[in-house]
């Protein structure tokens, strides 16, 4: 883009490269008419780790610390996806009660993550309030991983064949006092964003994707439920007991920034109602597969 012929109206700006520790971790150079993007150019690369490469001369077992910091707001998400794909290699599954305990902290790590993502959307079009709202609802789930596993962002919760830890003494009371907590607090988002005439006009009708182009790109996640597919695999092809849980799958239709704001919304009331499913469901027994004699 560099020697592009700009006219007079026209401004290329550099975005990044982020700092690692920020969201969206790449250079962009954006030209700019007024606030409407005309053209992009993105530089990615800025946090290759050669995880891949680590990998190699690792354990499953030992490789599994590694997997969590893939991501660092889905640290338990990502331990979760590494686990079952080396269970069933192994073909070994969690006990009853790990499985239950799984759920509930995947997703408290899911509406962590949305929470993250709400603040900083809203910081970025210029709303640093709801970044001070959403912050403080996350510390709540971040204190219970840190309860639960000593850590509150890089959180290794699980090992493979069932969990690190067992649970703790008030466990299942502060995930159903979060809960009660929060599904207020959601209702206090909305109130400040989504009838607010700017975040409407920043959001609706930009950043398009159709179904067609998200299943053409592999997307998935709360992009191609807002662009109308009702794909979750939660539901397509349940894991860990994701199938006895009554919950929802939110779609909306366009497939723009302000239906990706819409379903996360809803994902993450969906998600205190899986919590409250699974804390009710907690078993007794143990967390991991009883070795055999």
């Known amino acids: 883009m560099s020697g592009t012929f700009l006219d007079s109206t026209e401004l290329v700006l550099n975005m990044g490269p982020q700092h690692p520790s920020t969201h ?13 993007v005309t053209g992009t150019e993105c530089v990615i690369g800025y946090l290759h780790r050669g995880v891949e490469k680590i990998a190699e001369n690792r354990t499953y077992a030992m490789f599994a610390p590694y997997v969590d910091r893939m991501d660092y707001v889905a640290a338990v998400s990502n331990g979760l996806g590494y686990c079952l794909a080396v269970e069933k290699l192994l073909n070994v599954e969690a006990p009853p009660r790990a499985q239950v ?24 079009i210029g709303a640093i309030t709801p970044l001070f709202y959403c912050m403080r609802e996350r510390e709540a ?18 090992r493979i064949g069932g969990l690190q830890y067992e649970t703790y003494e008030g466990f299942e009371q502060e995930c159903l006092e979060f809960c009660d ?45 807002a662009a109308g597919v009702e794909w979750d695999l939660r539901k397509a092809q349940p894991y860990s007991g994701y199938e006895k849980y009554d919950f929802e799958i939110p ?43």
């Not at 789930?141 to 699980?158: D, M, P, Q």
């Open 24 to 36: 969206g971790v790449l250079r962009v150079i954006v030209k700019l008419d007024g606030e409407k």
């Open 181 to 225: 907590m929060f599904l207020p607090k959601c209702d206090e988002y909305e109130e400040l964003l989504t009838g607010n005439r700017i975040w409407i006009q920043r959001l609706r009708n930009v950043g398009i994707l159709s179904a067609e182009d998200c299943k053409a790109y592999g997307v998935t996640g709360p992009m191609i439920r």
């Open 251 to 293: 779609t909306c239709e366009n497939g723009d920034s302000f239906d990706r704001y819409i379903i996360r919304m809803r994902e993450m009331r969906q998600s205190v109602r899986i919590i409250r499913q699974a804390v009710a469901d907690i078993p007794a027994g143990p967390i991991m597969p009883r070795c055999p004699r």
């Open 101 to 124: 305990v799984r759920v509930i902290l995947t997703e408290l790590n899911r509406i962590a993550s949305h929470l993250l993502w709400l603040g900083t959307h809203a910081l970025d």
């Open 141 to 158: 789930t971040l204190n219970i991983f840190e309860k639960y596993c000593g850590a509150r962002l890089t959180t290794h919760a699980f």
